[in-house]
């Protein structure tokens, strides 16, 4: 199982990006696949997970109604929709995918998930 994140880049504060997490050699429809980030000497952090087996999402405080996390099943890919960017927003974004479908509680710790990609870069700054 692969998962190849794309999409980040350079953007001002307020600007918008849209982040791409397609997955190769599996499926995740029934489980969960997430995003995580990683700042620059910070731990990696929740960002939002979907579960497949009830379509539900889970996000990080902060970036409640501000960045939504979809998916599209037929492409077996998930998009993270960054909007109102800040600077605190700067990190390494990566996605993470289980083909359980995970308990509510848990879908904010990286140990539940089995497959990462490799991350991309999303910077904001004017």
């Known amino acids: 199982v692969q998962l190849q994140a794309s999409g980040g880049g350079l953007v001002q504060p307020g600007a918008s990006l849209r982040l791409s997490c397609a997955a190769s050699g599996g499926t995740f429809r029934t489980g969960t696949m997430g995003w995580f980030r990683q700042a620059p000497d910070a731990e990696r952090e929740f960002v939002a997970a979907l579960r497949g087996q009830d379509r539900k999402t889970k996000y990080e405080d902060s970036v409640k109604g501000r960045l939504p996390m979809t998916r599209d099943n037929a492409k077996n890919t998930v998009y993270l929709q960054m909007n109102s960017l800040k600077p605190e927003d700067t990190a390494v974004y990566f996605c993470?995918?289980?083909?359980?479908?995970?308990?509510?509680?848990?879908?904010?710790?990286?140990?539940?998930?089995?497959?990462w990609g490799q991350g991309t870069q999303v910077t904001v700054s004017s």
């Open positions: 993470a995918a289980s083909q359980r479908s995970m308990i509510w509680s848990s879908l904010g710790d990286i140990v539940g998930y089995d497959y």
